[in-house]
């Protein structure tokens, strides 16, 4: 289970959805969009936080792990999710009080590609110094012991495994955007329908690809999929249209012919003129009687 808020998202404007996605399908497991402040939210307890708890709430007692950027990981979420049989692995943000005083030191006597490691209330903090002037703290509650990479990096295995199940959301929203259903509308509860169809689009191939074992790209299963929900709205069209047209014809006892006045541009019609008998349209009739302007002549 995956869930994210980075700010350099491709997308800066419109409503925000919270996600939590399967790492290896990319299967949406629960999301809700954000509408402002939650009644419901303490507040003492931060947004993050508050998210990550209701969307983890039909999955928890179950042993999972959930990977999360900066923006909700913190010591308070990693312990009650411990509590609720369910570790956590993210990156942790440089001004949070419960982090030693060396995240927040912009210089410091660290090596480039070592680490530092700390353990305290079931959870592990590794401090990993990708770059020069940089470095990535991450919290675990799920590795006891974390290993050195015998690579040139040497990278630690809490950054690992970061690095290889972060990406569940930001997927999912890179396919919502290339094959959208979005059209062009100020009506915000609109906008959130477009955007749970796009969501739903995206689940509905991943289960067609799971049950059947067919490889289907999405752009073909996505006009599969809308050729096969019109067609109960094209065949109640049709047979809208048959009926009309039988009520039409059962009212005028002749059929659909060219009007043979001449004062119309060719149309068609059901009508014969009282007088010569002839097909007129009702452009060349007079409003009471069916009288072609030639007879009232």
């Known amino acids: 289970?995956?869930?994210?808020?980075?700010?350099?998202?491709?997308?800066?404007?419109g409503i925000k959805f919270w996600l939590a996605t399967d790492v290896e399908t990319k299967y949406i497991v629960n999301g809700f969009p954000y509408l402002?402040?939650?009644?419901?939210?303490?507040?003492?307890?931060?947004?993050?936080?508050?998210?990550?708890?209701?969307?983890?709430?039909?999955?928890?007692?179950?042993?999972?792990?959930?990977?999360?950027?900066?923006?909700?990981?913190?010591?308070?979420?990693?312990?009650?999710?411990?509590?609720?049989?369910?570790t956590l692995v993210g990156t942790i943000r440089g001004n949070k009080r419960e982090?030693?005083?060396?995240?927040?030191?912009?210089?410091?006597t660290m090596a480039r590609f070592s680490s530092l490691l700390y353990r305290s209330n079931e959870v592990t903090l590794t401090i990993y110094k990708s770059k020069p002037k940089k470095k990535v703290s991450i919290l675990s509650s799920k590795h006891k012991t974390v290993k050195i990479g015998n690579s040139a990096?040497?990278?630690?295995?809490?950054?690992?495994?970061?690095?290889?199940?972060?990406?569940?959301?930001?997927?999912?929203?890179?396919?919502?955007?290339?094959?959208?259903?979005?059209?062009?509308?100020?009506?915000?509860?609109?906008q959130v329908f477009f955007n749970i169809l796009d969501l739903a689009g995206i689940n509905a191939w991943i289960l067609y690809k799971e049950t059947t074992g067919e490889q289907i790209s999405r752009k073909d299963f996505m006009f599969?999929?809308?050729?096969?929900?019109?067609?109960?709205?094209?065949?109640?069209?049709?047979?809208?249209?048959?009926a009309e047209f039988q009520s039409t014809s059962k009212n005028s006892p002749y059929s659909r012919k060219w009007c043979q006045i001449g004062y119309c541009n060719n149309n068609k019609s059901t009508t014969i003129c009282n007088l010569c008998k002839k097909y007129v349209c009702g452009k060349c009739t007079q409003k009471k009687l069916y009288v072609c302007k030639k007879c009232d002549e």
């Open 1 to 13: 289970m995956n869930t994210s808020d980075a700010p350099g998202k491709p997308r800066k404007f």
């Open 36 to 86: 402002g402040k939650n009644e419901t939210r303490a507040t003492s307890q931060p947004l993050g936080e508050f998210v990550v708890l209701k969307l983890i709430e039909p999955y928890s007692m179950k042993g999972r792990t959930i990977t999360t950027d900066n923006f909700f990981t913190s010591l308070s979420l990693a312990c009650k999710l411990l509590a609720k049989r369910t």
């Open 99 to 108: 982090l030693p005083k060396i995240c927040k030191m912009k210089k410091d």
């Open 153 to 190: 990096k040497s990278l630690p295995e809490t950054v690992k495994f970061y690095n290889k199940t972060k990406f569940g959301v930001d997927i999912a929203d890179q396919m919502a955007k290339k094959y959208s259903v979005k059209s062009g509308s100020r009506r915000w509860p609109l």
């Open 224 to 242: 599969q999929l809308a050729d096969e929900l019109a067609v109960d709205n094209v065949k109640s069209r049709i047979e809208l249209r048959a």
